[in-house]
């Protein structure tokens, strides 16, 4: 395996800093849509009740927290989201899109590592981050935040990007990965780096069993991984033990 790219939290949180403005285009545009639908499928995993505080790591421009408070025919929304990121621009972006839906009062977007999140021990029923655990330097040091954050019994959803396995699709897949995205994200970006990091750092993420086996270790339970739009992102689920 190749070795991973260099995730240093000042290195990834300014180059989230520098793509923060065509973030949301480019999410759009690079997965033709699909990643709203992705969002909203981990959100009803959670299977909110309406009374849930949840905490949304790496939430970059809030997209799943605003999702987490959007409710709808699969189920009431959250009562709150507390977002977390260490990407000011990100943030702030994020914060614009809170106060245009009018959910300032709900969502609160605050700066701080997934690695030392700012949440007490056991204060939060529903944790989501949604690609960005691949990001996190330590993806277990924060598996095992998020496990303390949760309340016993409490609901975890993870979305990463995965590497397909069918022939055919994964050559494909891997073009698509390694050739055309790049390129779209750098034309659009202006950024360089970014988005050639981003296939360096899915096939350097751990395999779905070796990520549930760190989900377990870190005191979760009921861990799941499902493959979504065949194996192109997995949804991890899984319960605070
Ligand atoms: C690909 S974006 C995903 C944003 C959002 N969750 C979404 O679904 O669009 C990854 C985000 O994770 C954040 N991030 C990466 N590592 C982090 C860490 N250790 N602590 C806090 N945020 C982190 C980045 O700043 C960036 O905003």
């Given at each position: 395996m190749a070795s991973p790219p260099d995730k240093t939290p000042d290195r990834i949180a300014g180059m989230f800093d520098a793509i923060a403005p065509r973030y949301d285009l480019l999410n759009r545009v690079l997965s033709a849509g699909i990643d709203k639908r992705w969002r909203a499928r981990a959100i009803r995993s959670?299977?909110?009740?309406?009374?849930e505080t949840g905490l949304d790591v790496?939430?970059?421009?809030a997209d799943v927290a605003l999702e987490a408070r959007r409710g709808g025919p699969s189920g009431p929304p959250a009562a709150r989201v507390l977002g977390v990121d260490f990407a000011g621009a990100m943030l702030s972006l994020g914060k614009r899109k809170v106060e245009a839906a009018g959910e300032a009062g709900r969502i609160a977007l605050v700066r701080g590592d997934a690695m030392n999140l700012p949440a007490r021990d056991g204060s939060v029923d529903a944790v989501t981050v949604s690609f960005g655990i691949r990001n996190v330097q330590r993806p277990e040091v924060a598996c095992a935040e998020m496990a303390r954050t949760l309340r016993p019994g409490g609901r975890l959803a993870i979305l990463e990007f995965g590497v397909p396995r069918i022939p055919g699709l994964s050559a494909f897949y891997l073009w698509y990965f390694t050739y055309v995205l790049p390129r779209v994200g750098r034309a659009v970006s202006?950024?360089?780096?970014a988005y050639s990091y981003r296939p360096a750092s899915v096939g350097t993420f751990p395999p779905p069993r070796e990520f549930m086996s760190i989900l377990t270790a870190a005191g979760f339970t009921d861990v799941r991984a499902d493959p979504l739009t065949f194996g192109i992102v997995y949804l991890y689920t899984a319960r605070k033990a």
């Open positions: 959670l299977q909110l009740t309406g009374r790496c939430t970059g421009t202006g950024h360089n780096a």
